[in-house]
């Protein structure tokens, strides 16, 4: 088995709260043991508050890691401390952001962060060379005429188009995994197909794997090779996708697909007593955090944190409930 | 409709004035919302929707104003209303429930004091009448009495929006007007609070007129549908007709936008292009430039809205003498 | 309601227009009736700074060289000062060290305000507390008396001196909103996004955050400008600065001392009050434009009376 691309181990981060005298902590990622693989899809889900974004942000270098660590390509991410080691992260690593309305910089063409990004990873393109590279990336996403689309404004596109610019932002660096997240979010639902289809086709032509974070759970079956769901800091359950979503071990990742609207299928019943109440992060101390709003929470669950374990061929999930179902418990695979 | 509809609009316009010229954002809607009714509108950004909603409530400002239509509101036009006329129906026959509770809450003052403003700007009411009566909505929503002495930021998104809605039924009105009220809310929270204004307009009998750009969402619970594109109504019928059989190619591909988590894994296509931008409108039907069933006729002839079954739908498809469905059906496979 | 200008600013096509450089200026004054009145004033400042010689046969202003205390007629067209000069040549010709003390210490004044302002929101942390405790105490000190004391104590006035003296005043209210710009833009993503792409923060703090801020610092420098412009008129009327020099605060200080008003030459007084205040307006009146830039919601509803329809 071929060694993963990126891996976290451990991986937390938490953020003091309250000001000077009330120190509280925020724990806003904890404990997260995640793999992606080289042309592999995964999809991160979570609700507002679960810790996706800081995970994001940790493995993108915005923040540093309260514990744990970040390997790529078998590397700890600490041992990159030269200038040059962290821009050829960045470079490998590059980040899309969510809101199409502020992720370019409204005073520059678009073309600005493309020429910047390949002048700093790139170096040793020429101008005229970095001028048809940025042309070439942004026929990739699909914006046609390229050097038209490149002269223009950021206003004067449309939320699709720049978020596109984005992707092609990324791509320039050629790199091994894009961090996308929440790229479809804020975009109207008829072009969120759009950018989620680009984004299969780029990992299908130039092999590059994408962590897609999200809170909706459809489209993350419909691009994503496998699936983690996140609550409240934790990575609660994960596995390839459609095992994941045929057979949901965690309550919360039942609870999240019992939510979905589907109009093609007939009102679930149920789940109409959670009313959505956000996790509870800070100073949260041990046991399982979904025990407030989980129907099948025993005492266990709030005296020990679940810690995840292989409960079916390659499908983890963090519950004592589901840990207790199995006939014979399987120790965590790592 | 056996009793008389609670809301008509008949050929609603509104423009707004531009440095280019006037820019027309809702183009001659026309619909109704009967007695305890609730009708979705659907749509993406810039379909006129939100401006829709405003200009029914006379919450429109300048550059924008209503140039044409009128809406009757229990036998009352709305637009030719005076704004003295309008704050006695405010609040007690009509209400409004914005999209972001932030954005309409009062975040200096406690949920009481609010509710309070509210009922003492519309009746006469002792302070034990109105605390009696601001437990009972907070109660009706699912949130503690308590907190009434919560100031906004202390409640969780959820919550905030949950008070809006009870701050909306304080009159027990009969029409409640919501602009995309679960857009800011998990989708845990957003179906928690679908079902909650299901039950309350179940129990209270109000109509609900309900704005939104998520189709599913209001799959399972609005009677009637409303679909709008570029500042028109394209499609307007019962829900499941709309959901089963969609007659105009766009609320198809809209349908079609979303991907199941039931069901076997395909490939989806969107649609093309984006929504157009209302100071350049495309000639003709104003979504030829994206339909997948385009014909010859489409940038030429504006459509009208054509009786399709129990629905009815802007596609010259539909014109008498028209494929129809037919067509549509074939180029989805 | 802010929520409708989003939407259909939305459907117009993209965010609220941030106009191009250059073209984007000119038409925005254009466009703006205010700042068109304001640019012609200022125009006209320049010109008469620039070339004063063309507008008056009188040379050296301040030589004693006519009659005293005529009133206007075609030779003087303001009259002349108790001290025979001619008011009229005097006013021109003191246009010039005005425009320069407005446009200089503005400038200085913005640069600072920039320096302090943008730094203290960007870095935030020490930085930033360090920077805007200097800012706020800057703020704080009653200018008037700290710039009187600075005046006598830097020795009367030379034009150096009055210069510093306003920067050293001015440039902290321009910072503190500086500030808090850079601090509602911080989190923006475009700025995220040029940290993950791995630009080191003074380029970040130059070439992507100071960019979008061109509309209020070309504000604050009009501001900065508006206000060295009154202050340094009123320090030279208090006697601060060089008696000998040409300028119009100059003329108010003499005019002063010589008791014009009481002894019936009031435009003596009054010409140079005037230029000092219309400056002043002028700048006022340019920064309605760059409110408008930067604000669309300000801008006038211009109704067309014919319809257009935009094919």
Known sequence: MTAPLLQTRGLSKQFKVGGSLARRTLHAVDDADLVINRKEIVALVGESGSGKSTIARLLARVYRPTSGEILYQGRSLATMRTRRQTMAYRSDVPMVFQDPFSSLNPAYRVSHGILRGLKLHRRELTRAQRLAEAERVVEAVGLTPAAQILDRFPHELSGGQRQRIGFAQALAYEPKLVIADEPVSMLDVSIRLGLLNLMAKLRADSGVSFLYITHDIASARYLADRLLVMYAGHIVESGPTETVLADPKHPYTQLLLSAVPDPRAPLAVGADSDTGEPPRVIDPGPGCRFRWRCPLAIDTCANITPQPRLLAAEHVAACHVAESELPAPVAADN | MLTAPMLEVHDLTVCYATDHGSVTAVDGVSFEVGRAEFVGVVGESGCGKSTLLFAIARLLSPPAAITAGNVVFQAQNLVTMTEKKLNVLRWRDMSLVMQSAMNALNPVLSIGAQFADAIEAHTKSSAQQTLERSREVLRLVGIDPIHLKSYPHQLSGGMRQRAMIAMALLFTPDLVIMDEPTSALDVVAQRSLMVQ?????????????FVTHDMSLVSHFSDRLLVMYAGQVVETGPTRTVFDTPAHPYSRGLLEAFPSIRGPRVELAGIPGSPPELARLPSGCRFHPRCPVVQPECPVTAPPLYDVGAAQARCLLHAPGGVGLELIERARS | MTALLVDTTAAAGGSPPIRHRGGGLLTAIRASRKAMVGSIIFAVFCVLAVAPGLFTSVHHPNDLAFAPSLSPSAQHWLGTTSLGQDIWAQLVYGTRQS????????????????LVGVSAGYLGG?????????TGIFLVIPTFPLIIIFATYAGKGTLLVILIVLVVTGW????????????????RDFLESARVRGERRSYIILAEVLPTMTSLIVANFLGAALYSVLTAAGLQFLGLGDPNSMSWGTMLYWSQSQQALQTGMPLWSIAPGLCVALLGVSFALINYAFDEISNPALRPVR???AHRADA
């Open chain 2, 197 to 209: 204004i299901k039950q309350l307009q179940q129990r209270l009998g109000f109509a609900v007129l």
């Open chain 3, 172 to 187: 902290s209210y321009g910072a503190n909103q500086l500030r808090a710009q850079t601090l509602s833009l911080r989190n």
């Open chain 3, 303 to 305: 109704r067309r009376r």
């Open chain 3, 99 to 114: 425009l320069v003390i407005a446009l200089v210490a503005g400038l200085f004044a913005t640069a600072l305000s920039v």
């Open chain 3, 126 to 134: 020490i930085a930033d507390e360090v920077l805007s405790m200097i």
